[in-house]
């Protein structure tokens, strides 16, 4: 297995979207299914929460402290 990434003390909640059957989440899906319990392991006090709807394009939200999340597209990294 890959190494885990550790989290920094300023993230405090990863918020994934995605598809649960569209082809573009399935490389989402996949990481979720393989490092998920590494990650949480890893970064015990992190808030993971994971989204599913149907037609939606994947994407990450990271949430630093009370600020407005950062959010990025995640369907061309599992291409």
Do not use: D, W
């Not at 297995?1 to 649960?20: D, H, I, N």
């Not at 393989?34 to 015990?44: C, H, L, Q, S, T």
Request: glycine letters at 6%.
């Amino acid at each position: 297995m890959a190494s885990v990434v550790k989290f920094g003390p300023k993230v405090k909640e990863l918020r994934l979207l995605l598809s649960q059957t569209a082809a573009s989440s399935r490389g989402a899906r996949e990481f979720l299914s393989k490092y998920y319990e590494g990650v949480k392991n890893a970064n015990p006090g992190l808030k993971i929460l994971i989204r599913e709807a149907k037609h939606i394009s994947p994407k990450c939200y990271a949430r630093y402290g009370s600020f407005f999340p950062a959010v990025i597209s995640i369907s061309l990294f599992f291409m």
